[in-house]
């Protein structure tokens, strides 16, 4: 049964962070204290070692804050760190195996670039799908231009929830969540202004407030 998810979730990128001179602890800590309450932590670099020191701060501060902590990729840092989740893209492990690996309550997450994509993501053990680029970014290179908003709501007709991602800032997230996402994924954007624990605040005014699901009634976080 689809869950809710918040409307903005917090893409802690580590190639992000080091080209603006910003560690992703400080960065994380500053989304928390600003209300993000779902966290995913991009890290592509980097031993096992220091993807799980590191993935293990950020959890200890989501919790802290009541937040959840999704690890991209990486099922074993997910499971060793006690994180909420695992979001996987499409050359990564299958969602099947992430599933078994998290179990049922975790959050499994998968990205999608095309119609084909998100009706094959519909069909798995995935707790959202990620649709995008939906606008044109420079952050990650997926192969693919800007989907638009055609794709969110493809994505929304699934009945899952979508997550819009791919240039999504201050001005355009909402347009984003009217066109059917359930959350918009932010990167670049937390970081405009230098002041991300404000930057959070002001995407949280402008987007809609955290509803229920209209088909579960359930919360992931507050």
């Not at 190639?15 to 994380?28: E, F, I």
């Not at 009217?178 to 624990?197: C, F, H, K, N, R």
């Amino acid at each position: 049964m689809p869950i809710a998810l918040p409307p903005l979730y917090a893409i802690i990128d580590t190639a992000v962070c080091r080209q603006r001179g910003v560690t992703p602890v400080l960065l994380a800590a500053a989304c928390l204290r600003g209300g993000a309450r779902l966290l995913q932590l991009r890290c592509k670099e980097g031993s096992s070692a220091t993807v799980l020191a590191l993935a293990s701060k950020i959890q200890a501060l989501a919790w802290t804050h009541g937040g959840r902590l999704v690890i991209n990729d990486r099922a074993d840092i997910a499971m060793m760190t006690g994180a909420g989740g695992v979001h996987v893209g499409q050359d990564d492990l299958p969602v099947a195996d992430v599933r078994r690996l998290v179990g049922p309550e975790a959050l499994v997450g998968r990205s999608t670039h095309t119609r084909e994509q998100v009706d094959q993501a519909a069909q798995e053990a995935v707790t959202y799908i990620a649709v995008g680029p939906v606008f044109g970014t420079a952050t990650k290179d997926t192969g693919y231009t800007a989907r638009g908003l055609d794709l969110v709501r493809h994505g929304a007709a699934t009945g899952l929830p979508v997550v819009g991602i791919g240039g999504i800032t201050l001005d355009n997230a909402a347009a984003v969540l009217a066109a059917g996402a359930s959350s918009v994924a932010v990167i670049s954007d937390l970081l405009t202004g230098a002041d991300p624990e404000r930057r959070v605040r002001m995407f949280l005014a402008r987007l809609p407030p955290f509803l229920r699901h209209p088909r579960s009634g359930r919360r992931v976080v507050d």
